[in-house]
């Protein structure tokens, strides 16, 4: 392996040198020179320790050890500069650093979080692997990745805003460039959330425990297995793999492009708090996983937007969870916000504060900027004619009817109402429907039904319907009279489409909200006399969240 890396180190030293020969003013003889800074005989860090000022930057090296993925090794920086891997190494100067980031640099015995920072933030922010030599042919920037994964700009005479004091400096297995100052390191927006006082403890740990880390073994460099046969990384590239963030933004990768509207530490909380009794699962299995979760991922909607895809920002901006197609349903959720940069805008409005990352930027709000009714608390509706939802049916037939334009109707929701009837001329019948991705807390419930139109019914006769609400086998909702009997509600035949608000609230005494079964149930019960009609157009049905205080009215 040793011979193998040394081949390939001194092919590519002398494609580098070339490069370096073509870029100076030197004349071409000078390549047969025995001067040190073309043929090299030293190492990186052989280079290094023989220039002033070094000694914190090689200290740095000799007491922060590298990682395999999340297990720290036996290996330290130095080991790696060391080594025959090709690297280039951009050497921070003394003065840049202050005395206690030195002290915590340098500092013998880190703890393992130490380890891990040092390496990531300073360290290798300062190393890229292969030859980047310093030309002064080069009109544009080179962008160079680092170690870190951070990409910064080069030129003839800087690097990412920080000017060269020396460059070019040959060593056996690199090149070595000194700086006049030192690499700013700019984290991701995740590693902002998951790091940062006042988020890690609670949303920064959230985003971690459905976070891997996992290695690109194609950019990684394997000196050897361990004893239980997996690999050892002397050279590692991983990155995070979120299973939350996939459905919301990649915001640990560094080439995007995201803003974020976050509230601050303390109104991330006060929000939190507020919506978390919502998403009580009390007698579920892992209930409390369940409502961290929802609770979570409620408050992510509409936080985070690809600013690499939007076409007219000022204009305009839409979440990651706006799709082609949304607008043209006037039920769906748009996830559009206009005019963003304005005094009242989305980016505006509510920020005391903004943070850049090197993969976007976050706009740190006073409250969580969007409207809870729009996002959290939308009403379930249920579409009839989704035959899926429909749980039992007693006695009775139907059919899915679509409902053309006519003169006078309103559109009807989903385009379609289920026509409904009793089976064999049975007067009496009943349907129930399976209601999902209900929350913890009070409904109003509504059931839309449409006046035939198109085959009017000639004796002008309402339907007579009684609405029952189950949560398990426990009634939560059903119309009574003085008597406490059920009463039957009638519909409205006056209106081309009506809503009939069921008399009282359901108030479900827990959340099943994205569950596979549903445990919240209505059962429609019809029953005809001569004075009513058994054949109802059911368009949907509304579960409409109202506040705990909420005052009942039959009129919505």
Known sequence: M????????????????LCLFSSCNDAWNEHYSTDASIVPDKNLVERMEGIEGSENFIQALKTTKMFNGNKIMDLTYYDFLSSDQFLTVWMPSLGSISEDEWAKYTKEGKTYQEHKEVGQQFIKNHIARYSYPVGAQKENPENVRMLSKKR????????????????????????????????????????????????????????????????????????????????????????????????????????????????????????????KPQYDYTTMERSDSLQ?????????????????????????????????????????????????????????????????????????????????????????????????????????????????????????????????????????????????????????????????????????????????????????LEPVNQRGRPEYQKTNLDNPIDTLWVPGVAEVPQANYGQEKAKLEIKLSVKSTSSFNNTMFLDCIIFKPVPDDYVDTVEE
Request: with cysteine.
């Open 292 to 476: 961290e979760y929802y609770t979570h991922t409620a408050l992510f909607m509409d936080m985070f937007f690809n600013m690499n895809i939007q076409r007219h920002p000022d204009d305009s901006v839409t979440s990651t969870l706006y799709y082609e197609g949304l607008e043209r349903d006037e039920d769906a959720l748009q996830h559009k916000y206009y005019n963003p940069y304005s005094a009242e805008g989305l980016f505006r409005k509510y920020v005391v504060d903004s943070v850049i990352c090197s993969n976007g930027k976050i706009y740190l709000t006073s409250q969580w900027a969007f409207d809870k009714a729009e996002l959290i608390d939308r009403p379930i509706k249920i579409e009839a004619e989704d035959s899926y939802l429909i749980k039992q049916k007693n006695h009775v037939s139907y059919r899915t009817q679509i409902k053309r334009d006519v003169a006078g109707y309103p559109k009807v929701s989903g385009e379609y109402v289920m026509q409904i009837g009793g089976e064999n001329g049975t007067q009496n019948y009943d349907i129930t429907y399976n209601v999902f991705d209900n929350m913890k807390g009070k409904y109003k419930v509504g059931i839309v039904t449409v006046r035939d139109a198109e085959f009017p019914n000639p004796e002008n006769k309402p339907v007579q319907v009684l609405p029952t609400v189950s949560y398990g086998f426990v009634k939560i």
């Open 152 to 275: 910064y700009p080069s030129t003839a005479v800087e690097i990412a805003g920080v000017e060269y004091k020396q460059a070019n400096l040959a060593c056996t297995n690199g090149i070595l460039h000194l700086l006049d100052g030192k690499m700013p390191y700019r984290q991701t927006i995740y590693e902002y959330i998951t790091e940062t006082e006042g988020y890690k403890d609670n949303l920064g740990a959230f985003l971690e425990k459905y976070t891997i880390d996992e290695v690109d073994d194609n950019r990684s460099v394997i000196s050897g297995v361990d004893e239980n046969g997996e690999p050892i990384y002397i050279d590692s590239v991983t990155y995070k793999y979120s299973i939350i963030m996939n459905q919301f933004g990649r915001i640990s990768e560094e080439d995007s492009n995201y803003v974020v509207v976050l509230p601050t530490p303390e109104a991330w909380i006060e929000m939190y708090d507020s919506v």
């Open 2 to 17: 040793k011979n193998y890396f040394n081949l390939l180190k001194k092919s590519v030293w002398v494609v580098s040198a």
